[in-house]
């Protein structure tokens, strides 16, 4: 187990984030239909959502947690692993390939010492491989926890990744 996962995973949901899932389930029209909105509001808080925390979830969305997970795994920006402090989404999708994916994947692999799917020993960053991410014309792209970037070379990345030192 990371030290990452060993920070996060052992503290319960807490009253004040249980209530704010209760209260967005309340507004919705059926409880399940807020399941995306109460597993981002846990990663918000843990950065990302443990199994223990995805039980207690579909508890108060009465949902199976195999249903939550089904979920969760689908949807691809929630994070069912320990993630870094910045979590770098670089697109492997076909535009990106052709104009240079390949080689900013290395560059960044090289950079933060890590390989796809993996995070860094400082635990600053985690760089997941993603699909299209919609921003082909300025291909190759990322996303930096909510920002993206796109036109991506050595010296972009470079200057992009000194902006998170
Ligand atoms: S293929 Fe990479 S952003 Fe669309």
Redesign the pocket.
């Known amino acids: 187990m990371s030290t990452v996962e060993q920070v996060f995973v052992r503290e319960p949901l807490g009253p004040r984030l249980r209530h704010e899932i209760v209260t967005i389930a309340r507004h919705a029209e059926d409880k399940r239909a807020a399941c995306i909105d109460a597993l981002k509001l846990v990663q918000k808080r843990f950065r990302f959502v443990s199994d223990d925390h995805l039980v207690e979830v579909a508890a108060l969305l009465e949902m199976t947690p195999a249903e939550l997970d089904g979920v969760a795994t689908f949807y691809n920006l929630i994070f069912r692993r320990p993630v870094g402090r910045h979590v770098i989404l670089l ?7 052709v ?1 240079g ?1 390949a080689a900013a994947c290395a560059h960044l692999c090289e950079r933060l010492s890590v390989k796809p799917g993996e995070t860094t020993v400082d635990g600053r960053f985690t760089l997941l491989p993603i ?6 014309d ?4 990322m996303m930096v926890d909510e920002d993206l970037y ?1 036109d991506l070379d050595a010296a972009r990345l470079d200057d992009i990744l000194r902006r998170f030192r």
């Open positions: 697109c492997d999708s076909v535009a990106c390939w104009m994916g699909v299209c991410l919609g921003h082909c300025h291909a190759p792209a796109g």
